[in-house]
């Protein structure tokens, strides 16, 4: 099994940073694919950002330009550089990582918030 933990959410202004964290832990290869979905109030869950082992970094297009994802295979985890934050930001962002052959098994973090308000 893997097991993801999430940290550095918080309260955030208007055009503020915020770095997100993620380590996995449990039995597991390198992962094929680590990223970061959110979930606004009231919305459904979308995908912010990922980046796997061939392919480029892959962004939702409202974060583009200010958020930038990256991943530290050796220490297993994986970042969110979350930049000039806007209200709309706000949801809880959760992490997951993704298997490669053959399984493709996909696991989740439980979840940090972030709240971008003056």
């Known amino acids: 099994q893997v097991q993801l933990v999430e940290s550095g959410g918080g309260l955030v202004q208007p055009g503020g940073s915020l770095r997100l964290s993620c380590v996995a832990s449990?039995?597991?290869?390198?992962?094929?694919?680590m990223g970061w979905y959110r979930q606004a109030p009231k919305k459904q869950r979308e995908l912010v950002a990922s980046i796997s082992s061939d392919d480029p970094a892959v962004y939702e297009d409202s974060v583009k330009g200010r958020f930038t994802i990256s991943r530290d295979d050796a220490k297993n985890m994986v970042y969110l550089q979350m930049n000039s934050l806007i209200p709309e930001d706000t949801a809880v962002y959760y992490c997951?990582?993704?298997?490669?052959?053959?399984?493709?098994?996909?696991?989740w973090g439980q979840g940090t918030q972030v709240t971008v308000s003056l």
């Open positions: 449990g039995s597991f290869d390198t992962f094929h694919t």
């Open positions: 997951y990582v993704r298997r490669g052959f053959p399984t493709w098994s996909k696991y």
